[in-house]
């Protein structure tokens, strides 16, 4: 899965606060994640995040 700083990613499940998108903030072995819901940011394993991603919503890489 080709997953790029900046993208906005629709996730499996719904965060609490209701929202299923999340904004891609840092790539690697981990990544940042950030709630466009409520703002609320995580750090979780590539190989979670790509189990999770129902489909990439919009590809803009921050120069």
């Given amino acids: ?3 790029k700083l900046g993208s906005i990613v629709e996730m499996k ?3 609490p606060c209701g929202s299923r998108l999340w904004k ?3 790539v690697g072995m981990d990544f940042r994640l ?3 819901g409520c703002g609320h940011e995580i750090m979780i394993p590539r190989k ?3 189990k999770s991603i129902k489909r990439i ?3 803009e890489v921050n120069d």
Avoid: F
Wanted: net charge negative; with cysteine.
């Fill in 48 to 50: 979670k995040v790509e």
């Fill in 24 to 26: 891609v903030l840092r």
């Fill in 1 to 3: 899965m080709d997953v």
């Fill in 57 to 59: 919503i919009s590809e």
């Fill in 34 to 36: 950030r709630c466009e």
């Fill in 13 to 15: 499940k719904e965060h």
